[in-house]
């Protein structure tokens, strides 16, 4: 009864979407445990370039049952503008199944989330706007609203008004908005009930069922886990937990199911929005890294903020969601490169250090200490074998994999399904 998790090892963006769709050809259930519309997976094949927002992207495999876990906050818009886009291009979305517990990201939370951004000035998190902390924030604050209601209108309608009362409170109150009416947010609720109907499910029931009777599962992280609430970067994070323990919760999977756990690498890093990022280049190597990789986010467009990779921060990773495979992708993007430099420690008020601490404001103060390996000219983008990559490119690979203390399985050298260099089976 295996479950494999992909999780994201650095801050998101890995290019988990290309690895979960590699992989889901051998896999029963695709699953998404956590975050919501902010995230964004791309996936490139015969059909089109597609970037998800909710919908797994195990979804062109036509084996794979999708499912979306009570961990995910959903927007209801988002989901059906995906589920539309997939049926015009002929894909049978009766495979999809989403959460009767996940929560509804509400129309009051994206309002909310813009103008609680906006009240923070130059402490700005770097939120996507989407409504997602705020859906959370309800979620533990035991106001959210969740898919199930959807199916009880009648029930729902005297919680609704009590909420939206609270709601508009804050709204005009704190932040001088304007409020919301009870009839067009039951209105919309109304219609997200319609269309969604058919895809609520109990999938709790859907996941059991399947490793009793020894399917596989690929757990599909979003973020990485340098933005998990609790083990990220506090309080440059997001609100929810993308390391493994998430996947559990998120989708009511027992932790002794999950056999692998997957950290995808970039082999360099990025982040988007706020907090610190010591490997940070804000030179023209981060200009020339961005505008080769087109490092734009999926979701926001904005631009990604790059730096050489950080092994620090990547065997922090390992260490939390207990990696034991390796996945590297976008290696293609350092051909050319001299030399490629790794950040193998920190300095830290005048002391080397090799572990990542535990506040943004310690990280903040942190400086690399880089290791220089000779670079490459002969393009690896495209190749499909180990042999096939420049000898200081499979160096750089072995450097990663001792830094990192565990095997490399994968290696990604282009955005489609075929340019993949395989090292182990996932088994
Ligand atoms: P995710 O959120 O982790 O799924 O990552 P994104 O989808 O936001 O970003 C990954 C981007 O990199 C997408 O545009 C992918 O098509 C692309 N990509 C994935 N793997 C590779 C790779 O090995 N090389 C290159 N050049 N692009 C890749």
Redo the contacts with the bound molecule.
Sequence with gaps: MPAYAII?GQW???????VVDYLARDMHIVARYSGGNN????V?NEKGQFAFHLVPSGIFWPQVTCVIGNGVVVDPDVLLNEIEGLQKVGVDVHRLQVSDRAHLIMPYHILLDRLEEEARGHRAIGTTGKGVGPAYEDKAGRRGIRLGDLLDLEALLPRLKAILDYKNRIITGVYGGRPFTLEEVYERCRGWAERLRPFIAPVEITVRQALAQGQRILLEGAQGSLLDLDHGTYPYVTSSYPTVGGACIGLGLPPSAVQGVLGVFKAYTTRVGGGPLPTELTDATGDAIRER?WEYG?TTGRPRRCGWFDAVAARYSVMVNGVNMAVL?????LDGFHPVRICTAYRLNGKVVEHFPSSAALLAKCTPVYEDLPGWDRPTAGLTRWDDLPPQAQRYAKRLEELLGCPLALI????HRH?TIEIRRIN
Excluded: F, I, Q, W
């Design positions: 994201g998101g963006d890995e290019g988990k979407g290309k995230a964004g997976h791309t490139m990789a999926t992708t976008r290696l293609d993007v990604s050298t282009g955005p340019e």
